[in-house]
């Protein structure tokens, strides 16, 4: 089979790819800040700030999906999606005490995140900007600053920010287990498995993707660690490809979205080795049994009867560090599918790097 | 303009419609047990159980979208949709004392709402179960039962049982607030609202379905209190008309989806006149930047600019109750584009109507 070639360095998307490429190393940048992480954490915990708030819009509120599970399976701390707009529009003027907030934003300009935060921290709350770029108002607003450490991001759609978040997430969690030096470890090798699979999931998710030239839309399942892998993916499915790209749990996709299935409804699913992987089977059942084409991803994708397409990765040192590798089937999927539909993944049309909208 | 006629008693689709039409009926029926909602809520207060962890599937989980905001802005306590996987799946172990856990299933009978709540239980949860059947399963596991007296619901689609379970959790809330005979008697008067607005709104509902027979994409926008609205209409759509719909917050919109928009992909934008208003509209200015058609919906439809469509409701006497009529027109055009399609909204190929997947 014959195949275009990856895009030039200087292509529409090449920023992306390149990002994409970049994340093993932007991985091991950020291990360099391990100390920090674990200095904040300590003062979270001994502070009794252990129910997490977590804010951002985006990669940033997709990445704090894995902060739920991370921050539950490993300090056992209730972590959540904060809704912003009851703190900086509606002004309930909840009590904090108690709480961590986290706000992610890759340029620390996000300006809701940055009210928000700015709110918490005067109704009690511990603050702490997640951002790579530590002189920020988000910064300025925090109490404590965390560095991202992704390194100039050059293409409007994230990878290399999104892998640090949540990376940054498992590592602020399992410092505040005291386990940190031990899950630092763990994102290490896991950087290390990343780098070698790339050139081979590249080409995979290349061969994948002539398939989908045509696809309008989509659905993205994943269940519980990997809820935010498929939300992340949907999302550069819809800015980079322009696929109306919907992101399900395993169960909510039986609570009424499978209807709307059908051969030419595609559903690609991660089914990672966790507690999760029969209700990921059961909903790979489903969707066989609509007749929609299902591709299998994640480090159990070889678990999905009757895909039409497969990109798994490897499976890493502890399940908390799968979405590490699972997102980057999709992040190559959209950037080889943007390519072969004319799109410049690095500038889609109507967005920006810093988005100030409200 | 001739118009076909409404679906016939028995045609396919009749339930759904009929059901959509006894949503007033269904709330007036819910507040006659407003003593119970008061004696639960006042169990909650007595015990501190001033966190609440909202768990349920499909329209269940909309319905706690709502939640979030009813319980933050009148008792001003944290409510969050809660991951069932960490604690049913992965057996996280979160301490749950000074929580309040809400179980949400019509049937009562969704197996790992169950298995959450009676785990939540040991864990030192206060738990409550609403649901329609106060025999059931889930009424079982649960210390306190709220009935969401819905009454029969035959169409799979849910209609009343959602309005009921938003009805319910703002009873609920505002009890906790020591102002549920002041929210009841709003619920009362939206409830006659609805009733005189059914016959205009389905009129309109069905006209503008009329345009959208080939549509196979839409977002649904809504902020803050209508976010709620935006997922139960895109799952209408999905559910029943096979229409790949994702419902967005505005800011969520300029994150990334606002890429994939063009005049054939629609999207439908519920305003209402609160504090979140001037970000809603500057959604709808993107959406019209990018040429895309958009439908104004709910009591501030008005307000947005270049809709090619409106579907506007009436003002409830507060802010917090507009979720209850906001939700209707997109039950109607669901129950109307679904019978241009010649599709059965009563029974969806794939769906029944209680769900035991996990």
Known sequence: MSLPEPAGLDGPGSDFLAEIHGQPMALRVLLEHESEYSRVAAAARDRGAITVRMVGHGSSDNASSYGVYAFGLLPRWTALRDSITLTAYYDAGLDMRGCTVIGLSQSGRTRDVVDYVARARSAGAFTVALTNDVGSDLAGASEAVLPLAAGPERSVAASKT????IAALGLFAA??????RRFAEGIRATADLLE????????????????FASVGRMFVVGRGIEFATAREIALKLLETCRVAAEPLTATALAHGPVAALDPL??????ASDDQTLPAVVEAAER??????T???SGDAAASLPG???ALPVP????????????????????SALARARGLDADRPVGLSKVTLAR
Chains 1, 2 share one sequence.
């Not at 999104?162 to 978040?165: E, R, T």
């Not at 070698?196 to 398939?211: C, F, M, T």
């Not at 890493?316 to 959209?334: D, I």
């Open 196 to 211: 070698g699979a790339l050139p081979v999931l590249e080409e995979q998710a290349r061969v994948v993707a002539l398939s």
């Open 175 to 180: 410092s505040a287990a005291t386990e940190g």
């Open 162 to 165: 999104y892998l640090n978040q």
């Open 307 to 309: 895909a039409a397409y």
């Open 315 to 334: 499976r890493p040192p502890e399940p908390l560090l799968s979405p590490l590798l699972s997102v980057v089937p999709g992040q190559l999927f959209a």
């Open 294 to 296: 299902l591709v299998a």
């Open 265 to 270: 409804f595609p559903v690609w699913t991660i």
């Open 287 to 292: 969707v066989r049994a609509a007749g929609a």
